[in-house]
């Protein structure tokens, strides 16, 4: 059996332009729905007297997974005869943003919803300035609802040419937009016949067009140590491999602290086995020649390709915090494993993320902001540009207890390239 290749993908939308019901689409079209569900609801619906809605289904799907052994709730599966598609953020989860952005889940294409009958709102701009943000380049416009608007070509095309205007002004370039009723099931799985105008393919098979990226095992090394446990004489160096390969015997640079050391094993625990090699997506255990004082939060690489380390960087962070984002005031950074103490150096340029205005000079980030600013931490921390690779090249900033804002890596800060 080979193993099918997964694509993430992450639908995003104004409030009710119809996230759930594509989703629910998605899942019922591709009989991905638990036994009986659509049955279920149909009941349960008319028991209050309601009408059916595909929405609901997903309810059903999250009360059918948490009965389940299933740990992860808000994941939602369905898929073609191509791959196998993972649903992340499911709708209704308030926490969209924060996820999105803190790489707790990671998008690799997106779906982004509009209301044919609604137009475009500022939460529509918004979705599409945060995809640009995470440089999630594959997206498709779902204009939805076309049935309320008698499936009208020139309504779509007005709509297409407004968002198109708005997202390549971000660099952002939609593949396809795709005029869908969800709700009917119209260009769905199958082409439309009440849109005969639209030549594209439907949203099923649009997706499969989505190219998946290269992996990440092919990039440089990146093993952030999560442990480190000490079994019987041995030390063992805990982890997940967020790039690239790693073999028994390979030499590696252990940083900040700039260590240089042999890997002796690689323990595989849920195997069991001992293997020579592990790669990216990987949670593993391995043992090295010399058993320096090794800690959580430190990288390790191969000497040739080491990460960035550095206690001053521009980043662009989006502000979610209750309290404005402001600078001379302690703030932690959570970047892979590493926390450390930060403040923000520089506000460089405030964003409002709806009309893409800027302010210069500003003094403070609201929340909803996107702002471009430089951060100075305690001690000097190992990451990527975003660019280069997005598991270490992203963050969270926590204030107190609270994810208040989180980014991507722009780049070292210019006071700090002149000075090396
Ligand atoms: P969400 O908040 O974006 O997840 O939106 P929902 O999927 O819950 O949809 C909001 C409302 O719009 C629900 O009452 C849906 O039945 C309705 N809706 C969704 N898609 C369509 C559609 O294609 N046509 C029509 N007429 N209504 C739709």
Redesign the pocket.
């Known amino acids: 059996d080979i193993a099918r290749e997964v694509l993430n993908i992450v639908v995003v939308?104004?409030?009710?332009?119809?996230?759930?019901?594509?989703i629910?689409r998605l899942l019922y079209d591709t009989k991905s729905l638990p036994e009986g569900a659509i049955d279920r609801v149909k009941r349960i619906a008319k028991e209050k007297g309601k009408p059916f809605?595909?929405?609901y289904l997903l309810d059903a799907f999250e009360e059918e997974q948490k009965q389940g052994i299933t740990i992860d709730t808000t994941q939602l599966q369905f898929r073609t005869d191509k791959r196998d598609y993972v649903i992340i953020d499911a709708?209704?989860h308030k926490e969209f943003l924060k996820n999105m952005i803190s790489g707790a889940a990671s998008a690799e294409a997106a779906l982004l919803?509009i209301?044919a009958n609604e137009g475009i709102q500022e939460q529509s701009k918004r979705h599409g300035y945060i995809l640009s943000l995470l440089g999630i380049q594959k997206a498709y416009v779902l204009v939805?609802?076309?049935?309320?608007i008698q499936y009208s070509e020139e309504k779509f095309n007005a709509i297409k040419q407004e968002m198109n205007e708005f997202l390549t002004s971000l660099h952002v370039y939609p593949l396809k937009y795709i005029p869908?009723?969800?709700?009917?099931g119209?260009n769905i799985t199958a082409s439309s016949d009440k849109m005969p105008w639209y030549k594209g393919e439907p949203v099923l098979e649009a997706i499969d067009l989505f190219e998946k990226d290269k992996g990440l095992e092919g990039k440089p090394l990146r093993f952030p140590i999560q442990d480190v446990y000490k079994f019987d004489s041995r030390r063992i160096i805990a982890g997940r491999i967020e790039a690239g390969t790693l073999r028994t015997g390979d030499e590696i640079l252990i940083s900040p602290s700039n260590k240089v050391t042999k890997v002796k094993s690689i323990e595989y625990w849920v195997e069991k086995d001992k293997v020579d090699q592990i790669s990216a997506g990987m949670s593993v255990g391995i043992t090295v020649e010399d058993e320096f004082f090794n800690q959580r939060g430190e990288f390790i690489s191969h000497t040739y390709d080491a990460p960035i380390t550095s206690d001053t960087f521009k980043v662009s962070l989006f502000w979610m915090g209750k309290n404005d984002l402001v600078k001379n005031k302690e703030y932690k950074l959570k970047l892979a494993t590493q926390e450390v103490e930060c403040e923000i150096y520089a506000i460089n340029k405030v964003i409002d993320a709806t009309t893409l205005e800027n302010l210069e000079n500003a003094s403070q980030a609201k929340t909803n902001d996107v702002a471009e600013v430089t951060i100075k931490t305690k001690r000097e921390v190992c990451f990527d540009e975003f660019r280069n690779n997005q598991n270490t090249g992203r963050f969270v900033i926590v204030d107190g207890y609270d994810v208040c804002g989180g980014g991507i890596v722009t780049g070292l800060a210019q006071e700090r390239q002149s000075v090396s």
């Open positions: 939308g104004h409030v009710d332009h119809g996230k759930s019901t594509v629910g809605e595909y929405a709708p209704g919803i209301d939805n609802k076309m049935d309320l869908v009723s969800a709700f009917h119209e």
